[in-house]
């Protein structure tokens, strides 16, 4: 019987599904089973899962959306601990082998987590995803103070800690995003969480038009249920979250726009600079680049739209 099950949750993603699997079958600690979930595919996901053979589980169900997908794959898993390869990430070779021997040696850990780079589809690495602020095992109230940067492929969780807490909520009229981060909630309420600091995962950061909206409405349902369980704590962590969410909303589209700036696309690089604006209208940069997109492309690159300087 293996002593993890990694789990994938599937649906459309054929362009980075073997990436991720791959990654996952390549790890050096080797006592795991990897079972992938797909979700109602349409696309070549389906072919993709097919042609790993014998060296992974696929689950086939009717699409219910990640919570549903995770629930699935858990309940058909044999492992003593439960870890998430999101089909978009990626892991290195050691993932397992550091967080495995971790949370086996500490009872009283349910999540053991480590850091990740954050990279985007043209191949560029962001930088790592925790900061040095919260480069540290959170308590449950610093988890009810502000969002905690744990994604679903950092983390490494005891099967029978998800049991007691009856899963993931499983209902896509309510979460389309944000079911990881109230599921951690409910965890660190059983038990502390360990950090390793190493970078461990390589987490895609998605074309911003491609999670907006259903990351707003995850918020919203997300909002609901922590109100809902922990009252005005709960909307303390809901503002917490909105701030960091402004922020990289205005990042995110702020990057976007220096792309475009730096490619001579001065019309696509002022909307996005003006979209930034909206979420931080006293960003001073934001607002130099912005006003340089009015200029020849041949100008605006000698000002610094190439290099990408203020």
């Known amino acids: 019987m293996p002593r993890i099950s990694i789990i994938t949750a599937a649906y459309n993603c054929e362009r980075t599904l073997a990436r991720a699997i791959d990654s996952g079958l390549a790890q050096t600690y080797r006592d795991f089973e990897l079972i992938a979930i797909d979700d109602g595919s349409t696309d070549g996901t389906a072919a993709i899962l097919a042609g790993y053979g014998d060296r992974i589980r696929v689950v086939n169900r009717d699409r219910g959306g990640c919570s549903a997908a995770w629930n699935t794959g858990i309940r058909t898993a044999r492992g003593e601990f439960i870890a998430f390869l999101d089909a978009d990430d990626e892991w290195l070779p050691d993932k397992l082998a550091q967080t495995a021997p971790l949370i086996a040696s500490e009872p009283e850990c349910v999540l053991v987590?480590?850091?990740?780079?954050?990279?985007e589809d043209t191949g560029v690495i962001r930088g790592p995803f925790v900061p040095e602020s919260r480069g540290h095992a959170p308590t449950l109230d610093e988890m009810l103070d502000?969002?905690?940067?744990?994604?679903?492929?950092?983390?490494?969780?005891?099967?029978?800690?998800?049991?007691?807490?009856?899963?993931?909520?499983?209902?896509?009229?309510?979460?389309?995003?944000?079911?990881?981060?109230?599921m951690w909630l409910r965890l660190r309420e059983l038990g502390h969480f360990c950090y390793l600091p190493a970078?461990?995962?390589?987490?895609?950061?998605?074309?911003?038009?491609?999670?907006?909206?259903?990351?707003?409405?995850?918020?919203k349902a997300l909002a609901k249920?922590?109100?809902?369980?922990?009252?005005?704590?709960?909307?303390?962590?809901?503002?917490?979250?909105?701030?960091?969410?402004?922020?990289?909303?205005?990042?995110?589209?702020?990057?976007?726009?220096?792309?475009a700036l730096r490619h001579g696309r001065s019309a696509e690089a002022r909307?996005?600079?003006?979209?930034?604006?909206?979420?931080?209208?006293?960003?001073?940069?934001?607002?130099l680049r912005m006003m340089r997109t009015f200029l020849p492309a041949s100008m605006a690159r000698?000002?610094?739209?190439?290099?990408g300087r203020a």
């Open 113 to 119: 987590y480590s850091n990740a780079n954050m990279f």
């Open 146 to 182: 502000h969002w905690w940067p744990i994604v679903p492929s950092m983390a490494l969780i005891r099967r029978s800690a998800y049991d007691k807490v009856g899963g993931f909520f499983e209902d896509p009229g309510v979460f389309k995003a944000c079911e990881d981060v109230y």
């Open 199 to 219: 970078v461990l995962v390589n987490y895609r950061i998605l074309p911003y038009p491609d999670y907006i909206e259903t990351n707003n409405e995850g918020r």
């Open 225 to 259: 249920m922590v109100i809902t369980r922990y009252g005005e704590r709960g909307r303390r962590l809901m503002a917490s979250i909105e701030e960091d969410n402004r922020r990289a909303h205005a990042n995110q589209l702020g990057h976007l726009g220096l792309i």
């Open 271 to 287: 909307r996005n600079f003006i979209r930034s604006l909206k979420y931080d209208p006293f960003n001073f940069k934001t607002a």
């Open 302 to 307: 000698a000002l610094g739209g190439r290099t």
